[in-house]
């Protein structure tokens, strides 16, 4: 079946260390997405990817990085520098036209402990 | 700025009842409009669009979506609620530059 396949599921990190959240599709999409999610503010843009090696900031990259060496794959990594990292984290991806809708991935959830 | 509202945090309809879920935009040039369905934990899913045409859109599980220019609005709606509708809803709108803009989402609560 095609998707987008996120995991862990679930995150715990203590602070000061980095984590990396996989997010990978095999629905040959050319752009790919990293969402944040908090009660109550709907979903903020971190990164996006057009194409392979290439990649923009959204509105909240701060405290955030991410790689696209591949197609398929799409990970985000969330740094120390990140002050309240604690959150849902959704991947998604799209073929990239003005009228495509999203396809979204299980997501992830983040807490720092 | 660009901006997508969904005036009402959470709505309650009795199962059977027709429901409606209140969308209103803000961007500039031509609207690309979307509504996303969320259930608990887990990732969106894709529910209709609107980019051109007639005015009503039709989409998943039986919902549609009317499109009113002239209010700036993409009210979501469906004609006999069901209590497997409770969900949490996004409304959502391209903004170009790949960027898509997300609503603050509406919580639905369908009573049996």
């Known amino acids: 079946d095609g998707g987008i396949t996120q995991s862990p599921k679930y995150l715990f990190r203590k602070e000061g260390q980095n984590v990396t959240l996989s997010c990978e599709q095999n629905?040959?999409?050319?752009?790919m997405y990293w969402y944040r999610q908090d009660p109550g503010q709907g979903l903020r843009l971190i990164y996006y990817?057009?194409?392979?090696?290439?990649?923009q900031k959204g509105d909240i990259a701060e405290g955030y990085s991410v790689s696209r060496e591949k197609k398929e794959s799409f990970p985000l990594t969330v740094t120390s520098a990140q002050k309240n990292p604690t959150a849902f984290y959704l991947c998604?991806?799209?073929?990239?036209?003005?009228?495509?809708?999203?396809?979204f991935g299980q997501g992830t959830r983040l807490t720092v402990v | 700025a660009q901006s997508v509202a969904q005036p009402e945090d959470q709505v309650n309809v009795a199962e059977g009842n027709p429901l409606t879920v209140k969308c209103t935009y803000s961007?500039?040039?031509?609207?690309?409009l979307f509504w996303y369905v969320q259930y608990p934990n887990r990732g969106l899913q894709f529910l209709l669009k609107?980019?051109?045409?007639?005015?009503l859109v039709k989409g998943s599980y039986g919902f549609e979506a009317e499109f009113n220019k002239s209010q700036t609005s993409f009210h979501l709606k469906k004609p006999s609620a069901l209590v497997s509708d409770s969900a949490l809803y996004f409304c959502?709108?391209?903004?170009?530059?790949?960027?898509?803009?997300f609503g603050a989402g509406t919580r639905l609560f369908v009573k049996a």
């Open positions: 990817s057009q194409i392979v090696n290439d990649f």
């Open positions: 629905l040959n999409h050319d752009a």
């Open positions: 961007v500039s040039g031509n609207p690309y």
């Open positions: 998604a991806s799209n073929t990239g036209g003005v009228n495509t809708e999203a396809f």
């Open positions: 959502a709108a391209y903004t170009g530059g790949f960027k898509t803009i």
């Open positions: 609107y980019i051109t045409g007639d005015n």
